[in-house]
């Protein structure tokens, strides 16, 4: 493929061994955490190369995310998703040989995948953004090509988009670019440290989703007329994002986080056949998240595709909101 020929140059070019040196090792390994998108991606503008309508900027949730071994293997891929072994029809394990498809050599022709998760599968928390990057960190340590986060982030972006953003702990963002070869469509570090920043994981649902983000992100760019606005405000919410994270302004992240969601979640509902992602509950988490704010309680959720609330607040808070929210939670992704 076009596109990872000229990563893996890059990579050569940096290297100071022989481009041709044959270092394959016998397995390789990787490990990444989820990552929720404060401004979120929705919609892509190249589906091949998984371009981006819009940049977005997420947090990493340290002590979530997956574990990846990868070795070659002789007559087929092997994929094993916690001590399961997939039949090669299922989904998951298509998806996986099909991104698997641009990196097989003569040496290495298939793969044995074995992940861990420690995030329930595709329930609405990210669980392909730490699978792709962690198994991106583990094919760039088998083959030993080195490369940057930024050039891995890009591979990983092949795999799905989030994955770009979990390459990094923190806070991260994805730049939509602007090429049309897709090489300045990479997620970097926002190295801003904020110790009192928590999240806050409110699980309505964990069962698999009925729609997956890449079928959603079809059905609304395609049906609705409302998303014309949300690439814009994206962006836009994205820059306010980022601004507030370096001034550490609370207020303004939460607010525009939310806001952003919410705007995310209206394009789906507004598109035809709807797509409603919210059960009843998580209406009434909603409801509890501004009524608390109204009590005073500084708290803002975001949500993906899915049921699940993920809610913002500062350390200070986390007596009260963990009160409200039984069962919830907590990360610190700076504290630990
Ligand atoms: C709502 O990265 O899962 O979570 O690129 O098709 O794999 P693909 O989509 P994916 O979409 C994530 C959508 C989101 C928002 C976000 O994480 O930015």
Same mark, same amino acid.
């Given at each position: 493929?076009?596109?990872?020929?000229?990563?893996?140059?890059?990579?050569?070019?940096?290297?100071?061994?022989?481009?041709?040196?044959?270092?394959?090792?016998?397995?390789?390994?990787?490990?990444?955490?989820?990552?929720?998108?404060?401004?979120?991606?929705?919609?892509?503008?190249?589906?091949?190369?998984?371009?981006?309508?819009?940049?977005?900027?997420?947090?990493?949730?340290?002590?979530?995310?997956?574990?990846?071994?990868?070795?070659?293997?002789?007559?087929?891929?092997?994929?094993?998703?916690?001590?399961?072994?997939?039949?090669?029809?299922?989904?998951?394990?298509?998806?996986?040989?099909?991104?698997?498809?641009?990196?097989?050599?003569?040496?290495?022709?298939?793969?044995?995948?074995?992940?861990?998760?420690?995030?329930?599968?595709?329930?609405?928390?990210?669980?392909?953004?730490?699978?792709?990057?962690?198994?991106?960190?583990?094919?760039?340590?088998?083959?030993?090509?080195?490369?940057?986060?930024?050039?891995?982030?890009?591979?990983?972006?092949?795999?799905?988009? =989030?994955?770009?953003?979990? !390459? /990094?702990?923190?806070?991260?963002?994805?730049? &939509?670019? %602007? +090429?049309?070869?897709? #090489?300045?469509?990479?997620?970097?570090?926002?190295?801003?440290?904020?110790?009192?920043?928590?999240?806050?994981?409110?699980?309505?649902?964990?069962?698999?989703?009925?729609?997956?983000?890449?079928?959603?992100?079809?059905?609304?760019?395609?049906?609705?007329?409302?998303?014309?606005?949300?690439?814009?405000?994206?962006?836009?919410?994205?820059?306010?994002?980022?601004?507030?994270?370096?001034?550490?302004?609370?207020?303004?992240?939460?607010?525009?986080?939310?806001?952003?969601?919410?705007?995310?979640?209206?394009?789906?509902?507004? =598109?035809?056949?709807?797509? !409603? /992602?919210?059960?009843?509950?998580?209406?009434? &988490?909603? %409801? +509890?998240?501004?009524? #608390?704010?109204?009590?005073?309680?500084?708290?803002?959720?975001?949500?993906?595709?899915?049921?699940?609330?993920?809610?913002?607040?500062?350390?200070?808070?986390?007596?009260?909101?963990?009160?409200?929210?039984?069962?919830?939670?907590?990360?610190?992704?700076?504290?630990?």
């Amino acid at each position: 493929h076009a596109f990872v020929q000229s990563i893996l140059a890059t990579a050569h070019s940096l290297s100071a061994n022989s481009p041709n040196r044959a270092s394959t090792k016998a397995q390789g390994v990787g490990s990444a955490p989820v990552n929720i998108a404060l401004s979120k991606y929705w919609g892509k503008r190249d589906a091949v190369l998984n371009l981006p309508q819009n940049g977005s900027v997420s947090i990493s949730l340290p002590g979530l995310g997956s574990e990846t071994q990868l070795k070659p293997a002789v007559a087929q891929d092997s994929v094993w998703l916690n001590d399961q072994q997939l039949d090669a029809s299922a989904p998951f394990a298509k998806r996986l040989s099909e991104f698997l498809n641009l990196f097989r050599t003569a040496e290495v022709p298939f793969f044995e995948v074995v992940t861990q998760n420690s995030v329930p599968t595709a329930a609405g928390l990210a669980s392909s953004a730490s699978g792709y990057a962690a198994l991106v960190l583990a094919l760039d340590d088998l083959f030993d090509w080195q490369l940057p986060m930024t050039q891995l982030s890009l591979l990983a972006r092949m795999g799905s988009g =989030s994955a770009s953003r979990s !390459l /990094y702990p923190g806070f991260a963002i994805w730049h &939509a670019g %602007q +090429q049309g070869d897709g #090489l300045d469509s990479f997620a970097e570090a926002l190295d801003a440290p904020w110790p009192e920043f928590c999240v806050g994981l409110v699980e309505i649902d964990v069962a698999e989703k009925p729609v997956g983000s890449t079928a959603g992100m079809q059905q609304t760019t395609a049906a609705c007329a409302l998303y014309q606005a949300w690439p814009a405000q994206a962006e836009r919410d994205k820059a306010v994002i980022i601004d507030a994270i370096r001034a550490q302004d609370f207020s303004r992240l939460g607010a525009t986080a939310e806001h952003n969601a919410l705007s995310m979640h209206a394009t789906m509902i507004a =598109s035809w056949p709807p797509l !409603l /992602y919210w059960q009843a509950e998580s209406v009434i &988490a909603m %409801q +509890q998240v501004w009524t #608390l704010r109204q009590q005073g309680v500084e708290v803002y959720f975001t949500m993906d595709a899915g049921p699940n609330l993920k809610l913002l607040f500062l350390a200070a808070q986390k007596k009260a909101v963990s009160a409200a929210f039984p069962g919830l939670k907590v990360i610190e992704p700076f504290s630990s």
